[in-house]
């Protein structure tokens, strides 16, 4: 049954659909003269401290931190976040319960040193009860109560400021410490108090008074009273030591969880039980034939994993993230296994089922993100390969456990260090290990798995924390960097030093007032070479350019000292930035080429250009032909043969997507966009260096093409100098091997299949000889043979065997006694490939082929194992051959008698 809860609106005729609710949030801020700017990636893709986008104010981290500007000053949007690491998003949680997400999206509104705490307060209480209509007595609101550390006052004017310009009770007014009411963006940087706004849901009988109570009101952390809407007043910033200076111009940040109080206007007390996850489940139940909120809480549950999962798995695949094994990858195959966990141990689904629910979760979120939709193949793709990899996976991860508990006596217990491989490599739950361990009469060492829990969260945890180039300390006084590296290549600049900074574990870095250095960015790495000054007293050689904002960082080694002002000649690496632009400029040819043979299909999913080379990695369900690869050479090489000119202009966003200019996905735009145009050809939206004709690319070759993750490849290729070095090398070795075939060039393919003609000859000979000798060893056996119990035995060293020699043997030896036991041993180097043999009545009286091997294994320190009539394996220790054939001899009189 659904979660109602009490009334929380007075108008029945509103529409509080998930779509109409997203649209009147951001039409009341645009009335408010903000601009609606779109959501960012669900990804940071600048920034590798953090691994998903958590809040809506990630995208607006350089205007906060001063290194960066917009063209407007107020900003509104939904922003797609994923949480799966902290105080409050356990991802254990998510499910059992009905309010925890991995996926969400926060409504926000943004001041960026224009208005402040007094709009942002008459606002959203205009919001939320003028046009939301929610009940004034229900709404209550925290404001900071200050801080003796920090020498801080409790912020009176925001308690003053919902006294005087709203109606709210002045009761429902309460103060908070810094835990709750004091928002900081990490150790260093922009911070201030903060005011939440809570609802009290607390049905027919509660008293109203209750949220007053620290026991069970207000953030006393229990589902009746949540907070719906933070307004962070940033008005400070934090030093490096820990201090606090008041920013020049404070900002207002405000997020609001758009799930959350979507349930409140619907009138729902979970979550999960408006039209952002109805449909879902709807999905869900046409799939699994199961019903939700049919009785079953475990069916319940894994309904919610599944709906909640499938929207985070969509949002990120869709933004260009991919499943892998560490970092951001490695959450997002974690949910995927999870939830397909849930559908194959709750659900009874045996096959892959989670990429038949994409199209319902699409459905929802499309028309808020189109990206959704415009990628919904791929997204499905991947979560298809993605889910059958992990059925398998959960098969062997079952042939794990075995082997960790095999062996282990009723009432022992499992080291948890080792069980919890079964979850960080299986997906196998810990709840899920415990029940196979009481079904197999062990228990679960629990302390051992959460100490390797805290362990491996470590792969994917993200501390949220800002880190940058430069502390909010060096950032003060520092203006943004005139960028001149769009300039005449091969020119130096004359500039002026700004600040070099000492290596404080990040590097010495020296700033300038205009550089023509390109910082990394799009794929490409940041340009080398040298800043000094006239009389050679300093010199600086940047090995690396970053950008910090608005602020270009060059990174390097200085000798001598330049001080502030220092009039200095920065000089870039043109060798190095010559080799770049040829590199990235064919990268915008290759990925014409690919839509044009492959389809339109093809999407960049990642790039890295340097000097030495260019990386591609696009979506693509399968491997290029040797013919399409050709293809796409032909392609780009006829492109760089034009030697068209390559034009770069700015124009607005719309009008370049207008007309067909590329805009890839995952990347950040704003209003005024740079086009890179190659002959009309190739046009994309680009902020890097590019050549001037695309002549200058030189010669094109593609290197490699292969598989990174299902549904993207990856091509790696060269240009340039370093394209003619490589036919070039190429040119010498097939020189070479003409002359040791003593053949022409054009003559070597005729050669080489003559050759494979004569060594498949000669194989057949040797085969034939082998046979020979087969037969000679099954002899062999047939005399070492004795009589135990009635079995023929025979245990026998051959070290003229390998591997392959042994299990040639298998058939000759079986037929030599119906009631057989033989264990044989051979070599192959410095290992000790083994083979044993169990027929007839040696079964029957207990033996097992896979136990001998097993036993063999524990001797010759390797592995082993097989069928009851047949096993091998391997070991690595040959000195120790006599004393394991001596022990299976001794098992099998022992057994045998």
């Not at 709009?119 to 009860?129: H, K, Q, R, S, V």
Request: proline share 4%; net charge negative; glycine share 10%.
């Amino acid at each position: 049954m659904s979660h109602q809860a009490p009334s929380s609106s007075s108008s029945s005729s509103t529409d509080v659909s998930a779509a109409a609710t997203r649209q009147a949030f951001l039409d009341f801020f645009q009335s408010k003269d903000h601009k609606i700017v779109p959501s960012a990636p669900c990804f940071p893709q600048d920034d590798p401290t953090l691994l998903f986008t958590n809040a809506g104010m990630n995208q607006f981290k350089d205007v906060f931190l001063g290194t960066g500007s917009r063209d407007y000053k107020r900003a509104t949007d939904t922003q797609k976040c994923i949480r799966v690491q902290g105080k409050h998003n356990d991802l254990e949680e998510v499910g059992v319960d009905t309010y925890h997400h991995t996926f969400f999206e926060m409504l926000g509104n943004w001041s960026f040193g224009d208005f402040f705490k007094k709009e942002a307060i008459a606002w959203a209480w205009e919001l939320l009860t003028e046009v939301w209509k929610l009940p004034k007595e229900r709404l209550w609101v925290t404001v900071f109560s200050g801080d003796e550390k920090d020498g801080l006052a409790a912020d009176e004017e925001a308690e003053n400021l919902w006294k005087n310009l709203t109606d709210i009770d002045p009761s429902h007014i309460l103060r908070f410490d810094r835990r709750d009411n004091f928002w900081e963006m990490g150790e260093t940087g922009p911070c201030g108090p903060c005011s939440e706004i809570h609802i009290d849901r607390g049905g027919p009988g509660s008293d109203p008074k209750d949220g007053a109570d620290p026991d069970i009101g207000v953030n006393a952390g229990n589902e009746r009273f949540i907070e719906l809407w933070n307004l962070v007043f940033m008005q400070f910033n934090r030093l490096d030591d820990g201090s606090l200076v008041p920013l020049p111009a404070p900002c207002v940040d405000t997020g609001m969880g758009f799930e959350r109080v979507l349930a409140v206007l619907q009138g729902k007390l979970s979550n999960y039980d408006t039209d952002l996850f109805q449909p879902i489940f709807r999905a869900l139940e046409s799939r699994t034939g199961l019903k939700y909120e049919a009785g079953n809480e475990d069916v319940d549950i894994a309904f919610r994993v599944c709906a909640d999962h499938v929207r985070a798995v969509c949002s990120a695949l869709a933004d260009g993230a991919l499943p892998s094994n560490e970092g951001r990858g490695y959450v997002i195959r974690r949910l995927i296994r999870r939830a397909s966990r849930y559908g194959l141990q709750t659900l009874g689904m045996k096959e892959p089922f989670l990429v038949d629910i994409v199209p319902a979760v699409v459905e929802i979120l499309g028309g808020a993100f189109p990206e959704m939709a415009t990628r919904i193949d791929h997204v499905q793709l991947v979560m298809r390969s993605e889910e059958e990899s992990f059925r398998k996976t959960l098969e062997r991860g079952l042939v794990q456990f075995e082997k960790l508990a095999v062996g282990l006596k009723s009432g022992a217990t499992l080291p948890g260090d080792s069980a919890y491989e079964l979850y960080a490599t299986y997906g196998f739950p810990q709840d899920l290990v415990e029940l196979m361990c009481r079904e197999r009469g062990i228990q679960l060492d629990n302390d051992g798995w959460e100490t390797a829990r805290k362990a491996h969260s470590e792969i994917s945890k993200s501390d949220g924390k800002f880190k940058q180039l430069l502390s909010a300390e060096q950032l003060s006084g520092l203006s943004s960097t005139r960028s001149d590296y769009y300039g005449k290549p091969g020119e130096s600049l004359e500039t002026q030093v700004v600040r070099l900074f000492p290596d404080d574990g990040r590097g010495e870095r020296l700033v300038l007032q205009a550089s023509p250095f390109y910082p990394e960015g799009g794929g490409q790495i940041g340009d080398s070479g040298s800043i000094s000054t006239a009389d050679g007293l300093f010199e600086f050689e940047v090995l690396e350019t970053q950008r910090s904002g608005d602020i270009i960082v060059h990174l390097g080694k200085s000798s001598g000292s330049a001080p502030e002002g220092a009039q200095v000649t920065a000089t870039i690496d043109m060798d190095a930035r010559a080799a770049t632009m040829a590199n990235h400029t064919a990268t915008h040819l290759l990925h014409k080429a690919l839509r044009e043979v492959l389809g339109d299909h093809v999407t960049q999913q990642g790039s890295y250009v340097g000097p030495e080379r260019l990386r591609f990695d696009f979506s693509q369900p399968k491997g290029l032909t040797p013919e399409q690869l050709a293809d796409v050479e032909s392609r780009v090489s006829e492109a760089i043969l034009r030697n068209a000119p390559v034009k770069t202009s700015e124009e607005s966003f719309d009008d370049a997507c207008a007309r067909g200019v590329t805009a890839l996905f995952g990347e950040k735009y704003g209003d005024t966009v740079r086009v890179v145009d190659v002959d009309g050809w190739s046009m994309e939206l680009c902020g890097g260096t590019h050549v001037n004709a695309s002549g200058d690319i030189g010669p094109f070759v593609i290197l490699s093409e292969r598989a990174i993750q299902a549904g993207v490849r990856r091509i790696e290729a060269i240009t340039h100098r370093t394209a003619l070095t490589y036919l070039r090398e190429r040119r010498d070795l097939l020189n070479q091997v003409a002359g040791a075939l003593k053949a022409q060039a054009d003559e070597i393919p005729e050669r080489v299949v003559a050759l494979q003609q004569q060594v498949k000859e000669a194989k057949k000979k040797a085969k034939a000889a082998s046979a020979g000798d087969a037969a000679a060893s099954v002899g062999s056996v047939k005399a070492a043979l004795v009589e135990l119990g009635g079995v023929q035995t025979a245990v026998l060293d051959l070290p003229d065997h390998d591997a392959n020699a042994l299990r040639d043997l298998a058939g000759g030896v079986k037929s030599l006694a119906p009631d057989l036991v033989v264990v044989l041993t051979g070599r192959d180097g410095g290992k000790v490939p083994f083979l044993c043999l169990c027929a007839g009545a040696a079964q029957e009286k207990g033996l097992k082929a896979g136990n001998l091997a097993k036993r063999m294994a524990g001797h010759l320190g390797g592995g082993g194992g097989g069928r009851p009539d047949v096993a091998q394996g391997q070991g690595q220790n040959p000195a120790a051959v006599e004393a394991a054939l001596a022990d299976a001899r001794a098992y099998l009189v022992e057994t045998l008698g």
